[in-house]
């Protein structure tokens, strides 16, 4: 009988042992995080009025070589914004430049803020990201 017991003892500690083991293992599985759905930049779009058609540009500057396109007057979407070369126009003065897709078609080019109307020349910093 002692042959048993130190055999059923031995089968409980293997046992045991391997559902610990079991444990052990699923406790260090982690399921890879499921990859976050391909976040469109229309989530971080910001619409925003601008008062007079502007180029646009490749760089946030003012400089003729950095022309891209045009962004007419009326509601545009913005990306976000940085700082550049200081502008003057509309009445303004600024050198903060935003992120957007122009109206010929130029995708991730640049605009002045100073031609935004009011409220978005006094809060566009505060409702973009910075890029």
């Known amino acids: 009988m002692p042959t048993r017991t130190i055999r059923s003892g ?17 406790a260090a599985y ?10 469109g930049q229309a989530a971080s779009l ?6 007079v058609d502007q180029w646009s540009h490749w760089t ?21 914004y940085t700082y550049g070369l200081t502008y003057s126009g509309n009445g303004h003065t600024s050198s903060v ?17 100073v031609n935004l109307d009011p409220y978005g020349f006094r809060y566009d910093v505060n409702l973009l990201p910075h890029c």
Do not use: I, K, M
Request: hydrophobic letters at 45%.
């Open 10 to 26: 031995l089968l409980a500690v293997l046992a045991t042992a391997g559902l610990l083991a079991g444990a052990s293992e699923a």
């Open 60 to 80: 946030p500057d003012w400089h003729n070589e950095s022309h891209a396109g045009t962004l007419y007057a009326g509601q545009s979407y913005f990306f976000c």
């Open 97 to 113: 430049w935003l992120r957007t897709d122009d109206d010929l078609g130029n995708r991730n080019v640049y605009v002045s803020d």
């Open 30 to 39: 982690q399921p890879e995080p499921a990859a976050p759905a391909a976040a």
């Open 46 to 51: 910001v619409y925003l009025n601008t008062v």
